[in-house]
């Protein structure tokens, strides 16, 4: 006999990338940013540790949500702000999809979406992407009768993009919202920031965890018409986001200059990262995120996996059945890109 409910104990669990805490190890398993965020953040949580901890934080982290309405032009009350972009999605799970009812994603992408059905006792629906890695209209179909549809724009494990455009398209023969997971948006060429207020059914979410280097820190949000937000706001636990991670987010969003900078550097070394995997044999895609995804036409890729850990080097094997199984790899330093790449050539 078990105390839980069914849902729990059937569902596995979601399985986060692992995170060595000892030093030696190149990390580039989990899409961190290798850099230090912007200065501007050490100064800002130094400030509000002098202020004091003694009062519960500002519940919707006003000062936040005012930056960042400059910053992506749209009113503060479009925000609602979490603790990681991962609370947004379970904030999210929890106000569309109800118990036995249906949630979308496509195949393959993020594997939480799922384990938020699971929790909720929802079920999920997989569309597969096509050849082109676009999504057909059954990504967009009432079949089923879908509660929220999740996108991540760009995707991962491929760092491929569904152009604005095409999103809306998708978004308006809905017959329910659709939030577009823009973890990733900062590192591409197109966003579908400004479709919320085209489309009262498009919700982004975004986070600081990847381009603003501070995936310790815990800090996301997302943007939708402010009435949908006031509902969410229902949702979130009253003080999802604590006095530190606001001050530091608010530092981090206001700090433009060195995100163009740090994008700029990543970009490059992506790029780089990308035509020395191809030269290697590896059938990697061109991506616009902060990773490359990399299976092999010829090699079976999980020995590699084991093998650049055995060196120190970690990246992220992944197996999705019925798709394909491949390395995904973070865009580390120039210096930890170059030795992963000297243990493949070793290898291969
Ligand atoms: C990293 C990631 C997130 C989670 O970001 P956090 O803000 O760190 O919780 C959400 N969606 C996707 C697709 C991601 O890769």
Known sequence: MSYFRAEIEAMAGYTPGEQPQEGRVIKLNTNENPYPASPAVAEAIDAAVRRGLSKYPDATATAFRHRAAEVLGVDPDWILCGNGSDDILTIVTRAFVGPGQMLRLPYPSYVLYKTLAQIQGAKSEEVYFREDWSLGEEFASADGD???????????PTGTVIPPEDVLHLARQLPCPMLVDEAYADFAEAHCMGLVAEEEKILVSRTLSKSYALAGLRFGYVVAQPQLIRQLAKVKDSYNCDALSIAAATAAIDDQAWLAENRAKILRTRDRLTAAMRELGFATIESQANFTWNPHPE??????YEQLKQRGILVRYMNYPGWADGLRISVGTDDQIDACLDHLRAMV
């Open 299 to 304: 090699l079976p890729v999980k020995p590699l």
């Open 146 to 156: 879908p509660r929220i549809v999740f996108l991540p724009n760009p995707n991962s």
